[in-house]
């Protein structure tokens, strides 16, 4: 780990040797790749890459037909799923196979954005910050993107997102051909999608066969889509060329050290004790009933995978190397600045702005973030209460999430018929608040405000019980009625988000001026050294925007044990226990005598990807798709900070494993005749 | 903070104008206290305040007539109030008042010990590793502990433990009169005694009516108690000075940086998350009915407090100056002794041990440690299956939990009649195994073993459906009958103890040899360093053993605020919700208007304690009761690592509040009679 650290953070020059990186399309090493790999990526195929690869809400996937046939993972449809279900029925335990196009259910809050463009805006940025400092930069800086935004998408049609990479190194320009109307075609049933659950997550060897297929559609038919990757069912071979295009979600590689110890000092504990305890709670409500294990099924393995990964964030951040090498980094570039007087120490306005950060950073957590206030219902309240105050500002002093870029999809999530379980939204309003006046303490105004004369749990079932959120015409009703309707308003989760909308802004302006105002302009200046010194081969951290990475199928060594890079379908049948996690289903045993007990299950790969990848192709030399990547190993949880060439690998679903369940188990024809198969 | 830890790391020459120490009463550091204070702290006042403090199995008490009457906090019996309890009744939640000697019911568990004499045996220690090292060496001593315990008991008919101080610098044995018949005589309803609940809990201003009585029976009949203290009962003045007589449970204030960094980075982020988890599931599980409210809420009240202190004890570890301080009291310690060729490195020794410890810790904690077991029934199984194994050997080849001086106390804690609810039974054992999974993998050989064709929660119904050990008949006959009655059995809780012993021995052997064995050796020599170099006048890290610390009633400053060190009763009803944990019991409520507002609360003072010391008397330089220990301030937490004398602070319940309570609201007459009032 510490070597790839190091190399990374002075400079990466000896990143490519690793096959380190997450390169934006616009800067793809692709002279490093031929040398090393004899692959040849050029702008054709780099372009038919990028068409072909789709951002999801929540995850990547690609077209993998020409009428808009999405492959993408189970876990990145599970909320679909489970939006399509019911107290009764429940769509993540049974699965789902289409019959045909007219029985292809919307996915009601999913998009699929295929890049189209890029433009680099970082002169237009810098140009209207010149002169401001602080505060006055960071607001002027949020202006002049929104503007740019809003000019974009008049002029071009399509969705435009401003992107910050290298830390405010780079601004861009993104646009994207957006569908927003995304249906579901096919899913597997969860036992065999993720089979070995949270115990065998981010581990390899690996049987899960988290795939599932949505389509894109257009003014109600499905969308052509002339770009998209064919499927090598064969599979890869142990060191050929990989790729993998997509979206990754987030890194922190080029953090500072103060702010990784602010991550690892009060972010990531104070997460895992209070999702420890969610999770107790789910775990303990879903053994209530069958109704309620159905209803908490999805938001219990979003958690659960939530845990694992900032378990092991934080054992990474809390080992000394890491930390040493950030150290290590930063003295090494300030020393190359020393020549420069303009260039500060931006190192320490960021350990300063970290300072005030831990004292804002529990009443952030839990008022503006709203982590006091853990409902679907809350969510639209805020939801609904700021979109009616920030409509009626101009677009340019809007909070950033309420402008006209964003309305149409902010509109799309709020006003979506999908169901609220009561049942769960007290358990999570109920644990929030308490939570709250845990951390808070139960003299903190905005406490004493709502719990003076009340418990948690009363307060909860009040909310509940009373409001009418639940129900999408009410949200309608609020969402085009606007600030009349919303003042006119008596549901009491409308007024509980009234009550605390002030203090909540208050330590959001108070974060944005004294916190994130500083560490932008330091981080800018940091950014500018970084090039100046080590020039431009570099690549930003992960901004789930898109980008390409390179690698081979390859093991790696675990305490002396080589683990080879392939699984079986045996092997899953062995491990079976007949219990959840480890049960196969019901339509895999009644045909296991058809099955290729030979057939690969799983790969692994030292392709450098992060959450977000989820859904990614894993892609040959000829873009053809021969694995959807899924996870990484355990290693690759601390990817986060930093690649560890040695230990790092993805993990792909073998396209073979595919092609046998939709052939044997699902019955997919239409399906499998849409890939091409016979 | 940093101050206070490099006095006492440097060898402790500061600590005493610091009020730091938790003193053993043969080294009290009388002259100090009354050059300070002008208290002249005797002989005879050490003998008296010994004979009349009181170690309970969990805390500390003593006694407050000459009729065996016991004054101990209301958290120290909450668990015996719980065994008295039913699914249908709970005294946690009602409280109980005798009416009566007749009407004192027993805590089946509890004993109370009073120190009666100490003997330093570090000699004959010493001599029984001469010539020895590594294991055999730690075998060694342990059969000379054992030994030297049977010599006493057999030798004085007084209960005899070996006692090891200063990290093994000291051996004393310790003998005490047992009184193994307690019982229960008043104890307020939870909802005054702890309101606040774990919002409050170590905070400061508060208002927790902590106390309970307790009274020891000798033959059937109240015990003769000539030594106890009487109560004053208009409380302490600020700025007297302060005496605290307990047995404070664990400190590690002279543990070495790579000990403190193996808590750091295992020991209390594994323990949090599980324990998170566990209070998310005993919060919902209280849910479902008021008889599962009352099942829960005794180990959910324990669970809530620990999760405070191991929060805010890694907190302390993560911040640098705690360890940085450590590493230069270590380096000046070293420096002294680097012409004593013989005295070696035994800080990398102990580096050493904890690098292997780093790697058992998982297995042990699981197997050993039974945290993959968690349930009464498993509890009873291993102690069965093992005492049986154990007295089958000579008594200086046992593991050291089944001498012959620990055997009665194990007895009267396996076959007491206490409550054992198969629906809490069942949460608590399907949670650790499933916890055992996540953490030993489900490859481990044991998880296999358990799991490879069942789930834990499937596991856990069946082994507690067809278990009889609920049952204290089945366990006295199994306990009577021996290793015979063991292998006999079909009791599936038995059969799963066996099945798990063997390799749960291997683990701990392998712990005992390359961890504990090279620590105690080290920490030995470290030791003798110390007492060389800075001489005796140092107190021991606590042991759970008596200790007498000083101090005086005050406040301190927090933020720039004075606390002051008072609080009264008018607060704590303007602080009522009317809602759990501020809710204030019927019986207050009814008499409201009689009560005196400004009867004094509680009390912050600067005595040194940590816990243990809950239930000590608050002792004034006359030896009478002026408080009753039962909490520290949030500071207070840390002082497991280092006295921090400007803002830890020791809280008490204030003797006016306590009478006040006993003669309008309880009305227990007797009680005050005997405590001399009228």
Chains 1, 2 share one sequence.
Request: aromatic share 8%; proline share 5%; with cysteine.
């Amino acid at each position: 780990m510490r070597l790839a650290m190091l190399a990374l953070l002075l400079g990466a020059s000896l990143a490519a040797s690793a096959d380190e990186g997450m390169w934006t399309f616009d800067n793809f090493p692709a002279a490093t790749v031929e040398a090393k790999y004899g692959a040849n990526i050029d702008s054709a195929w780099l372009d038919r890459a990028r068409r072909s690869t789709i951002r999801l809400s929540n995850c990547t996937a690609s077209f993998v037909s020409p009428e808009g046939l999405i492959l993408t993972n189970h876990h990145c449809v599970e909320a679909c799923l489970a939006n399509l279900s019911t107290r009764d029925m429940s769509l993540v335990q049974t699965g789902f196979v289409s019959r045909g196009r007219s029985d292809e259910p919307r996915c009601a809050t999913q998009v699929a954005d295929v890049l189209q463009s890029m433009e680099n805006v970082t002169g237009k940025v810098t140009q209207a910050i010149t002169g401001l400092d602080g505060p006055a930069a960071n607001d002027a800086r949020k202006e002049a993107l929104t503007r740019l935004e809003q000019a974009c998408e008049k002029n071009t049609g399509l969705k435009c997102e401003s992107v910050t990479l290298y830390q405010g190194g780079q601004y861009f320009l993104y646009r994207y051909k957006r569908y927003d109307d995304v249906r579901l075609v096919l899913a597997p049933e969860a036992d065999i999608a993720a089979f070995g659950g949270d115990p065998d997550n981010f581990q390899f060897p690996r049987w899960s066969l988290d795939f599932s297929m949505l389509r894109a559609y257009e003014k109600g038919k499905p969308a052509k889509t002339p770009d998209y990757f064919p499927i090598r069912f064969a599979g890869p071979e142990a060191g050929e060329p990989m790729f993998v295009s997509g979206h990754p979600g987030a890194t922190e590689r080029l953090d500072t050290r103060a702010e990784l110890e602010f991550q690892r000092d009060l972010v990531l504990p104070n997460w895992l004790l209070r999702y420890a305890e969610l999770r107790g709670r789910y775990i303990q409500f879903g053994k209530g009933s069958e109704a309620a294990a159905r209803i908490v099924e999805e938001p219990l393995n979003s958690l659960e995978n939530g845990i694992k990964v900032q378990r092991k964030l934080l054992d990474a951040l809390r080992g000394d190397s890491l930390l040493a090498a950030k150290s290590e980094a930063e003295q090494a570039l300030r020393a190359k600045m020393a020549g420069d007087t303009a260039f500060g120490d931006p190192w320490a306005d960021i350990t300063k702005a970290t300072t005030i950060e831990r004292s804002l950073y529990l009443p952030y957590l839990f008022l503006e973030g709203a982590g006091g206030f853990n409902s679907a219902s809350f969510r639209y309240a805020r939801t609904l209460v700021r979109a009616a105050a920030e409509r009626g500002k101009p677009n340019t002093e809007r909070l950033r999430e309420y402008t006209d870029t964003a309305l149409p999809r902010l509109a799309q999530r709020t006003l979506a018929t999908v169901p609220v379980y009561p049942e769960l939204e007290n358990l999570t309003l109920s644990f929030s608040l308490e939570r709250m006046r845990e951390w808070l303490g139960p003299d903190h105004p905005v406490v004493r405000l709502l719990l003076a004369k009340d418990s948690p749990d009363r307060l909860a079932a009040r909310l509940i019980a009373d409001t009418k959120l639940a129900d999408p015409a009410t949200r309608r009703q609020l969402w085009d009625g606007g600030a009349a309707a919303i003042a006119a308003s008596g549901d009491p989760m409308i007024r509980l988000a009234l009550a605390i909308d002030e203090p909540s802004r208050a330590v959001r302006k108070r974060y944005e001026d004294e916190v994130e105002a500083p560490i932008t302009t330091a981080s800018e200046k940091i950014a500018a050294a970084r090039f100046k010194v080590y020039g431009t081969n570099v690549y930003p951290d992960a901004t789930f925007t898109l980008r390409l990475n390179y690698g081979t199928v390859a093991g790696w060594n675990e305490d002396g044990r080589d683990i080879p890079p392939f699984t079986q379908l045996a092997t899953a049948f062995g491990r079976a226990t007949g219990s959840e996690p480890f049960r196969i289903p019901d339509s895999w045993l009644r045909v296991r005598d058809s099955l290729d007990m030979q057939t690969p299950f799983c790969i692994s790969t030292t392709n450098d990807i992060v959450g977000g990848n989820s859904g990614s192709p894993l892609i040959d030399a000829q873009g053809r798709i021969v694995g959807l990547l899924f996870d990484g190993n355990i290693h690759s949880i601390s990817g986060r900070y930093g690649f560890d060439v040695a230990q790092n690998r993805a993990i792909a679903v073998h396209p073979a494993i595919i092609r046998e369940a939709l052939q044997k188990v699902y019955h997919a024809d239409a399906v499998l005749r849409e890939l091409g198969v016979r």
